[in-house]
Structures are given as structure tokens and as C-alpha cells.
């Protein structure tokens, strides 16, 4: 019960419209995994903790300074008690297009894991396993410091070319049954590294990375 598996999106938006894709719909899918897993009543071997973050669209700050609080300062790569204890961080923000896959951020050790644990979504769609990093949101401040992170692969749908950072990001560009998917998908991801008999195979830790010198 010490060791942690950790799921989450961030909470804060851009302010052209209501962050309805941006990261509402994230926000949605990762509470409604913990409360299909509540509602289940599962017993889980590891303990469950969701996050919803802040300050993503300001440079990844909350995910970034809780994991320099709880895992581990990038600028000095010394890990503090509890970097042993994460299993792995699964995050999801990338508007409200449906799981297609997950992008295995350069770990190809989780290839057969994730193969097995998407099996039985492939009739979802669920099939595509990357070794391809995927970039600007809060599973890279785990991946930072060499914790297993994780971002879905998604439905692009019109994130990128009408919703994100727009005033178009609003309520009506929420498909519905595509997050039901999505937040089925999470909670059998969730449950399936809280049950493992083994915590997630890790990269290796990354060299520390020290704030430049200012300019005198």
C-alpha cells in the first residue's frame, strides 16, 4: 500500500473559451476511472492517487514542481523517499478524441505490458503502442526525472485545428462516448498497474540538468 500508481490532466485552460478540450474533458475521463474503480469496489494492491494540476498551460509548474516536492529535483537527479514507491503516472490531454493507443515515451520495456493490458479494448480502437516521445503536457515532469509516464494516444478530431487554444474550446466540442471509452480505458490501465505483481520497468535516471549560469 505504500507504492503509488498515479493517473491524472491538468485542471487549469487557455481563456479563448471555456477549456472544454483543454483539459476539462481530461479532468472528466480521470475522475470518472476513480469512480469506476470505487464503484467496483476493486482491491487494489498499491494505492491509487489521482492528480488534477495547475499551471500546465504556464510550462507544466504543478506537475512539475509536485514531482520536484514528492520524486525527485531534475537540477540535481537525487531522489527522495517516495521515488521509489511510483509504479507509474498515466495522464490524459490531448483534447476529447477517444484512446487509440499509448506512446511509450522511449521505455520499450512496457511494450508487452501495454500489449497485454489494451487487449481487450482492441474492438475500442485501442491498438497502437509507440516508442514515440509526445511532448507538452504533465506526464514529461515524471519522465524528467525517470518515472515511468505515460500520455494516451488519441482521436485527434478537431483539437488542433479549432479547439485548442481557442475561443472554440467550449461544451459542444465534447464527445461523450469517446471519453466513456477513454475513462473505461484508464481504469482497467490504473487497475492493472495498482495489481501488478511487479512494480513498471523504469529508463535510467537522467543526468541531473543545473538552471544555466545568468548572464552577468
Not at 522511449?106 to 493490458?117: L, S, T, V
Not at 483539437?159 to 461523450?176: A, C, G, I, L, P
Amino acid at each position: 500500500k505504500d507504492e503509488i500508481v498515479m493517473l491524472g490532466a491538468h485542471l487549469d485552460s487557455w481563456h479563448g473559451g471555456t477549456g472544454a478540450t483543454d483539459n476539462a474533458a481530461g479532468c472528466t475521463v480521470a475522475l470518472e476511472a476513480v469512480r469506476i474503480l470505487t464503484a467496483l469496489n476493486l482491491k487494489m494492491d498499491r494505492t491509487v492517487r489521482i492528480a488534477l494540476w495547475d499551471a500546465e498551460e504556464e510550462g507544466l509548474i504543478g506537475s512539475r514542481e509536485y514531482v520536484k516536492m514528492h520524486f525527485a529535483d531534475r537540477e540535481t537527479m537525487q531522489p527522495k523517499p517516495e521515488y521509489a514507491q511510483l509504479s507509474g503516472y498515466f495522464n490524459f490531454d490531448n483534447g476529447s478524441g477517444k484512446i487509440r493507443g499509448v506512446n511509450l515515451q522511449g521505455n520499450d520495456m512496457m511494450r508487452p505490458i501495454f500489449e497485454a493490458w489494451l487487449a481487450p479494448f482492441k474492438d475500442l480502437g485501442a491498438s497502437t503502442i509507440t516508442i514515440r516521445n509526445t511532448g507538452g503536457t504533465d506526464h514529461l515532469s515524471f519522465d524528467a526525472v525517470g518515472l515511468p509516464g505515460f500520455q494516451f494516444v488519441q482521436d485527434p478530431l478537431d483539437y488542433m485545428s479549432r479547439t485548442h487554444h481557442s475561443n472554440m474550446d467550449v461544451y459542444d466540442r465534447v464527445q461523450k462516448n469517446d471519453l466513456m471509452q477513454a475513462a473505461a480505458i484508464m481504469a482497467a490501465v490504473v487497475y492493472d498497474a495498482a495489481t501488478r505483481p511487479e512494480m513498471l520497468p523504469r529508463k535510467p535516471m537522467p543526468k541531473p540538468q543545473p538552471k544555466p549560469e545568468p548572464a552577468k
